[in-house]
């Protein structure tokens, strides 16, 4: 009897690679981020340092990464139930990355610039103007819409896994309860939000070890 070639999918294969990278992304934005009084000279140079750009720009790419993981999901619960409500977790995640990266390419590019004459100048009333653009009611609108849209799909990346029986039903909880608090986690001190990044990539690995497991049963 010849045993049927089972090759491994691809596309859920890439989709758990994004999310295990995500992961990772989360701790080194976390983690690399200078931390100052941005109302002070250090804080105009913790904006002009590369730890902060290397730490948003990871950021940046780990909102991109986490929908793919999203749409392997999908590709997963093909022809399935849940297929539906994967496919839209995959789109909301994708417009609630943009519209957060919108708000954090402000905070790489023209923070940076700010930072940067602030040191020059030795003038720390500069970051006024960097904090008056962050707190701008659109950018924070914006912003804050980004980040519940972002929550939003994790969680209904969660029901979709927990409902179709092809994924272990927990798999995708941790990651869509810990995106639920990616807002609030901006107020806790530096190591609460380290610890909140690990538990970011910890369940992001979860996630994608289930996707790859996955992935190498389909024909």
């Known amino acids: 009897m010849t045993v049927p070639h089972v090759s491994p999918d691809r596309r859920t294969q890439l989709g758990a690679v994004a999310l295990a990278i995500a992961g990772v992304l989360f701790v080194?934005?976390?983690?690399?981020?200078?931390?100052?009084?941005?109302?002070?000279?250090?804080?105009a140079a913790a904006w002009a340092s590369a730890g902060w750009s290397i730490?948003?720009?990871?950021?940046?790419?780990?909102?991109?990464?986490?929908?793919?993981?999203?749409?392997?999901?999908?590709?997963v619960l093909d022809d399935t139930p849940q297929e539906r409500t994967?496919?839209?977790?995959?789109?909301?995640g994708y417009i609630g990355s943009g519209l957060t990266i919108s708000y954090y390419g402000a905070e790489v590019y023209g923070l940076r610039a700010i930072g940067e004459r602030a040191v020059a100048d030795g003038d720390p009333s500069l970051t006024e103007v960097g904090n008056d653009f962050r707190l701008?009611?659109?950018?924070?609108?914006?912003f804050t819409i980004g980040l519940l849209l972002v929550a939003v799909a994790a969680v209904l990346a969660a029901?979709?896994?927990?409902?179709s029986g092809s994924l272990p039903r927990w798999s995708a909880v941790p990651l869509a309860?810990?995106?639920?608090?990616?807002?609030?986690?901006?107020?806790?001190?530096?190591?609460?939000?380290?610890?909140?990044?690990?538990?970011?990539?910890?369940?992001?690995l979860w996630l994608a070890t289930a996707l790859w497991r996955a992935s190498g049963g389909r024909s």
């Open 136 to 142: 701008d009611p659109t950018a924070v609108t914006v």
């Open 177 to 204: 309860a810990l995106l639920a608090t990616m807002l609030p986690q901006y107020f806790l001190p530096h190591a609460g939000r380290i610890v909140w990044g690990v538990l970011v990539a910890v369940a992001s």
């Open 55 to 75: 730490a948003h720009i990871s950021a940046i790419v780990g909102l991109i990464l986490i929908p793919l993981g999203y749409g392997a999901i999908r590709h």
């Open 86 to 92: 994967a496919y839209l977790a995959a789109v909301i």
């Open 28 to 43: 080194v934005y976390e983690a690399v981020a200078p931390r100052a009084d941005e109302t002070t000279l250090d804080g």
């Open 159 to 163: 029901i979709a896994v927990w409902r």
